[in-house]
């Protein structure tokens, strides 16, 4: 891997305590082209506009799929991935569904390995405070015919991210507009599907939500997922989320939260969940929790769902799944905690 370092770092100018989600960048990137049926010539740069031709696929058919994560610093200076192999198989089944080549793993684990160790002075220690990662792959062959491209571009970018604090959540139920339909690409992680969200969310911003919780698009009766969040529904003591067909983005906090969450003895269940079901348990005083799970917010606990005109509010509750589901993942991801799942990776150079 060639590597070629920034002559100075941004790094003084940057207010560690004031950060905007995804604003401010690291010093590095890392790069790989495909050209001629074949990933070559990775490369760390540094941090820095790209050229493209006006043609490029991506800017016309949308041919980009992307990952989330995040790189965790601890108390003694290690960087730590959380399941990365499972981010890398997930951009692949992301790229496959938009006729896009995979990117090899050990590319992908040395690329990050290298950009994250160049970049560690970045990831500030104490919880909450992060390097959220953002591997993102697009089409870039000149030209508009319609099809899928012959050259591609890998990019990993880092953005340093504080403690995420979204204020109060509230989620509108969609009746309207549908995120993924059976068939589609709602579980890939394709840069579409976002563009394809931001109007109806725009929308419920203005009656006061921050968020949509997705429907099913055939019946709108199932609870899909909101924002970039699995949502888990805790019906007395039982939580409750949805499977992952093809219209749910397969998360990697939702299945760490599933596991986490039965081995404490907390009976869950992984199946359709209707509006109708949700909206009754609360009537009935039996919904004590709604939370979302994402490698953004971890695990934020929703404030209320509104459906039909109705907002439902939440109570407030004590000895919530939310906060103690939160405190195990975040343990495990700061290696304050064993990780008796061996989910946690130590990020080491490979050039060093
Ligand atoms: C649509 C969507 N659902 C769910 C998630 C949560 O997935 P993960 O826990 O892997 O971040 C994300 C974020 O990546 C997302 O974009």
């Known amino acids: 891997m060639k590597i070629e370092r920034a002559q100075s770092s941004k790094i003084h100018s940057i207010d560690f305590n004031n950060l905007s989600f995804g604003q401010t960048f690291t010093d590095h990137m890392f790069v790989c082209d495909y050209i001629d049926g074949e990933w070559v010539d990775p490369r760390i740069i540094p941090y820095q506009p790209i050229q493209m031709d006006p043609s490029a696929s991506v800017l016309h058919y949308g041919q980009a799929v992307f990952e989330g994560m995040k790189a965790y610093k601890d108390d003694t200076d290690r960087v730590w991935l959380f399941r990365p192999e499972d981010n890398h198989a997930r951009i692949n089944k992301s790229a496959a569904r938009l006729a896009m080549p995979e990117f090899p793993k050990d590319l992908f684990m040395n690329g990050m390995n290298e950009l994250l160790s160049m970049d560690s002075d970045w990831i500030k220690p104490g919880i909450g405070n992060s390097l959220y990662v953002r591997p993102f792959v697009f089409a870039n062959q000149a030209g508009v015919a319609a099809s899928a491209s012959n050259r591609y571009s890998f990019m990993i970018i880092c953005a340093p991210v504080g403690a995420y604090y979204s204020g109060e959540i509230n989620v509108l139920v969609s009746e309207k507009f549908s995120r993924a339909a059976s068939g589609g690409v709602g579980y890939a992680k394709a840069a579409g599907n976002y563009a394809a969200a931001f109007y109806p969310t725009q929308l419920a911003q203005k009656e006061g ?62 199946r359709p969940v209707k509006v109708a079901e949700v909206i009754e348990a609360h009537k009935a005083g039996r919904l004590k929790e709604i939370f ?16 039909q005109g109705t907002k439902h509010v939440l109570p407030t509750i004590e000895n919530s799944y939310a906060a103690m589901l ?27």
Do not use: C
């Open 292 to 307: 979302g799970a994402g490698t953004a917010v971890v695990i934020s606990p929703i404030h209320g769902i509104g459906f």
């Open 326 to 352: 939160k405190e195990k993942v975040v343990h495990i991801q700061y290696n304050k905690s064993e990780d008796p799942y061996q989910w946690r990776k130590e990020v080491v150079a490979v050039n060093a």
């Open 209 to 270: 939500y921050q968020q949509i919780i997705w429907t099913d698009a055939n019946t709108h009766e199932y609870l899909e997922e909101s924002g970039t969040m699995n949502v888990f529904f805790r019906i007395d003591d039982t939580l409750i989320t949805a499977p992952t067909t093809d219209t749910i983005l397969d998360g990697i906090t939702r299945k760490s939260v599933i596991q986490i969450a039965k081995d404490m003895g907390i009976s869950v269940e992984v």
